[in-house]
């Protein structure tokens, strides 16, 4: 079922039933009722390719790791994967072999509205010596931060574990 069907079966435009979809307070509470009765008996889901290009949210978390050979990566991955289903958004997870593939698919996942946000996981830590990220999505930092402070990517949110505090 797309938007255009939904919208024919509930004489209204295409516009109205986004509309109506994302709440838009201006619709009327009879357009709202038709739209939403009309939905109800014809189930639609939105397309997060087409939303994504119209500056949309895509519902996808873009995710690099550098390997998931110990059991560490395999429960942050895990553990972004739960947090992300229970937004009703997906993952999207690859893996960089060094700084430069870092830059590239991380670039790739911000850009063009592929994702709505970027986790690296453990990236090199030569990668703080590079320019931050141009544009698109946001990113944020996991088991890792740049040791300067100066650095550009000392502005990039990060979770981490502080081991000096833990070993105290």
């Known amino acids: 079922m797309t938007l255009t069907r939904i919208a024919a079966l509930a004489q209204t435009t295409a516009s109205t039933v986004s ?81 430069p593939d870092y830059l590239q698919l991380a670039g790739e996942l911000q850009r063009n509205g592929r994702t709505d946000g970027v986790i690296l996981v453990d990236p090199p830590i030569d990668l703080f010596q590079e320019p931050l990220l141009p544009g698109g999505a946001p990113a944020v930092l996991c088991a ?7 650095s550009p990517w000392a502005q990039v949110d990060s979770v981490t574990v502080d081991n000096r505090e833990a070993m105290r």
Do not use: W
């Open 19 to 99: 509309r109506v979809l994302s709440n838009d307070p201006r619709i009327s509470a009879a357009t709202r009722d038709r739209v939403l009765a009309t939905l109800q008996r014809h189930p639609y889901n939105p397309n997060s390719f087409a939303r994504a290009l119209k500056g949309g949210r895509t519902d996808q978390m873009g995710v690099l790791c550098s390997n998931i050979s110990s059991g560490f990566f395999a429960e942050v991955l895990q553990g972004i994967d739960h947090v992300t289903r229970e937004h009703g958004t997906h993952l999207l997870c690859s893996f960089a072999h060094d700084t």
């Open 144 to 150: 890792s931060r740049p040791l300067q402070p100066r």
